[in-house]
């Protein structure tokens, strides 16, 4: 029988790689899209999959949508994706919102008892800790959705416990790897945005960039595998061809190596964690050639050393520094901003609001509040 499937964020780079693989297997039902603004591709989506109801975070982009599809109904704002989780009656929901707007569906998700295939990583940034025992409480699965994720989460399974020792999460360098930080003081958005492996959305190219994104896997990690923040290391490797590796009690290491295919990780995750069918050419080794492996020059790139600062506070901290780095992600993407100056303003805001105990989703909330308007008022300032 189908498994039937919820897909938030459907328009974006995952959700459309996600309908692929979904259009490929034949065995999930579709009962439900979701998309932030973009409401004329996710009529197009729901109108092809025959799904009964979708949602869009932006309330006018929700009212247009309305007009143009009677087939349906359409759901609005954060209440309704909410609504969408709870009222579908999926088995499974994959998560592929951008930023800390998918805490929200997740703490839902999981709250219902619903499986998670989790391609949001600020859920697990924002609310690591509560969303774990939430997961834990009500025995809802999170499979991760990222290439990163995906080979340490097969890695790992099947070791007894105690076998794994340490992480090592692997980063392509991005567009500016082996610059200096004199050299990116001018770099444009357009250079930003031209990542060498990947495509993706632009915030998360953003991240990439900066390496932001490496900080947030950290944090990623660090909940969903239990392993101590000084137990996870991140390594440049340029050829995006091993994604993760585990150390092993006895000196060994085992790698996962595979194609840079988004699809690899994403069938994974909806397939409840094992490897299923996908019409994908496998690496040729002798083509590739070498490997090559270089450490990660935080003086260039700051931000991955703020996240792991703000990992060992711990409390509100992550939280804050996602909200700051969103804000100033945004900013340098509308030319408000120069591309050093991002970590300049998630710094800024750290050091105004530091960390305080995370007590309930509320206080996380608030939080993320908080360092939003700070952080906005730090983008002002350097204008």
Not at 37 to 55: C, H, K, N, T, Y
Not at 159 to 178: C, D, E, K, N, Y
Not at 286 to 309: K, N, T
Request: hydrophobic residues 45%; aromatic residues 4%.
């Amino acid at each position: 029988m189908a498994r039937r499937l919820l897909i938030l964020g459907s328009t974006g780079s995952i959700g459309r790689q996600a309908l692929d693989v979904c259009e490929r297997s034949g065995e999930f039902e579709l009962v439900g899209l979701s998309a932030e603004s973009s409401w004329e591709p996710l009529l197009e989506q729901a109108r092809a999959q025959g799904v009964p109801r979708i949602a869009l975070a932006d309330a006018d982009a929700a009212a247009r949508a309305a007009e143009g599809w009677t087939e349906g109904q359409v759901l609005a704002g954060a209440e309704g994706l909410v609504r969408l989780v709870v009222e579908s009656g999926a088995e499974l929901v994959l998560n592929a919102l951008v930023g800390s707007a998918g805490l929200a569906p997740t703490v839902a998700t999981l709250g219902e008892g619903i499986d998670l295939a989790l391609a949001n990583k600020e859920s697990l940034v924002v609310g690591g800790e509560l969303v774990m025992a939430l997961a834990e409480a009500t025995g809802a699965r999170i499979v991760p959705v990222d290439s990163e994720h995906t080979a340490l989460h097969q890695l790992i399974a099947g070791q007894p416990a105690g076998a794994v020792t340490g992480l090592t999460i692997t980063a392509s360098g991005g567009p500016f790897r082996g610059r200096t930080r004199a050299e990116l003081a001018e770099v444009t958005v357009e250079e930003a945005l031209a990542h060498p492996t990947w495509a993706m959305g632009g915030k998360i190219t953003i991240d990439s960039a900066t390496l932001m994104n490496k900080g947030l896997e950290v944090m990623e990690a660090h909940h969903l595998f239990g392993t101590p923040y000084d137990h996870i290391e991140v390594v440049v490797h340029p050829q995006s061809l091993i994604h993760g590796l585990v150390k092993l009690a006895d000196g060994a290491m085992l790698a996962h190596m595979g194609p840079p295919d988004m699809r690899i990780a994403i069938s994974y995750a909806l397939h409840g964690g094992e490897s299923a069918g996908l019409e994908i050419e496998p690496l040729d080794l002798a083509a590739i050639g070498r490997l090559s492996f270089e450490p990660v020059d935080l003086d260039a790139f700051p931000c991955l050393r703020l996240a792991r600062e703000a990992a060992a506070e711990g409390g509100t901290a992550p939280c804050v520094l996602n909200a700051a780095n969103e804000v100033a992600v945004h900013a340098f993407l509308q030319g408000g901003l120069r591309f050093l100056e991002i970590s300049e303003v998630i710094e800024r805001t750290l050091d105004s609001l530091g960390s305080r105990p995370v007590l309930d989703f509320e206080s996380l909330y608030e939080a993320d509040r908080r360092a939003r308007e700070l952080a906005g008022e730090a983008v002002a300032a350097l204008r």
